[in-house]
T-cell receptor, first 111, second 117 residues
């Protein structure tokens, strides 16, 4: 079993739609969680950190469920510019800030 | 954007030749990382550094070595390149910790596309 698993995708949604991605992690000692965005042939860029209480940044909402060991990302009112691959990232406690990446979920927002 | 550059950005080399990739940062961050990204595998950690001359292995370190003689530079060396090392290589740095949450965020360089023929 992979340490971090994501929805396989791809997700193709129309502009304005709401789309949600889930990500599960296997190590209950995991400490920190992030969503990164990666455009084609570009570097990953931090989208948002995921806090225990959940957090929102504009159209993006991230949630953490420690009991079920998953995090989620909700994108409201999708824009064409949201088309990218979204990477779920987990830091294990005591791992000297090493990130474990999910394989990513590809999102295409259609006009 | 974080001040991270990688060089070269593209390289084609032959099997058996040594190759060195450079990562340079202007943020004075303590932690630096080398990842490789391949289809179907996502990003995998090769080596990381937690200070000058302090490095450690990651998940896929075989065939790679690193050096960090200055805070701003982290070098990745393929001692004898193989075709399986054809990949996109990303360098990353850790931002300063957020005291209230203890969350450490990484920022990535633009990547180096390496092809080993």
């Amino acid at each position: 079993r992979k340490e971090v698993e994501q929805d396989p995708g791809p997700f193709n949604v129309p502009e304005g739609a709401t789309v949600a991605f889930n990500c599960t992690y296997s190590n209950s000692a995991s400490q920190s969680f992030f969503w990164y965005r990666q455009d084609c042939r570009k570097e990953p860029k931090l989208l948002m950190s995921v806090y225990s209480s959940g957090n929102e940044d504009g159209r993006f909402t991230a949630q953490l469920n420690r009991a079920s060991q998953y995090i989620s990302l909700l994108i409201r009112d999708s824009k064409l510019s949201d088309s990218a691959t979204y990477l779920c990232v987990v830091i294990l406690s005591g791992s000297a800030r090493q990130l474990t990446f999910g394989s990513g979920t590809q999102l295409t927002v259609l006009p | 954007d974080a001040g991270i550059t990688q060089s070269p950005r593209h390289k084609v080399t032959e099997t058996g030749t040594p190759v060195t990739l450079r990562c340079h940062q202007t943020e004075n961050h303590r932690y630096m990382y080398w990842y490789r990204q391949d289809p179907g595998h996502g990003l995998r950690l090769i080596h990381y550094s937690y200070g000058v001359k302090d490095t450690d292995k990651g998940e896929v370190s075989d065939g790679y070595s690193v050096s960090r003689s200055k805070t701003e530079d982290f070098l990745l060396t393929l001692e004898s390149a193989t075709s399986s090392q054809t990949s996109v290589y990303f360098c990353a740095i850790s931002s300063s910790p957020v005291r209230t949450s203890g969350i450490y965020e990484q920022y990535f360089g633009p990547g180096t596309r390496l092809t080993v023929t």
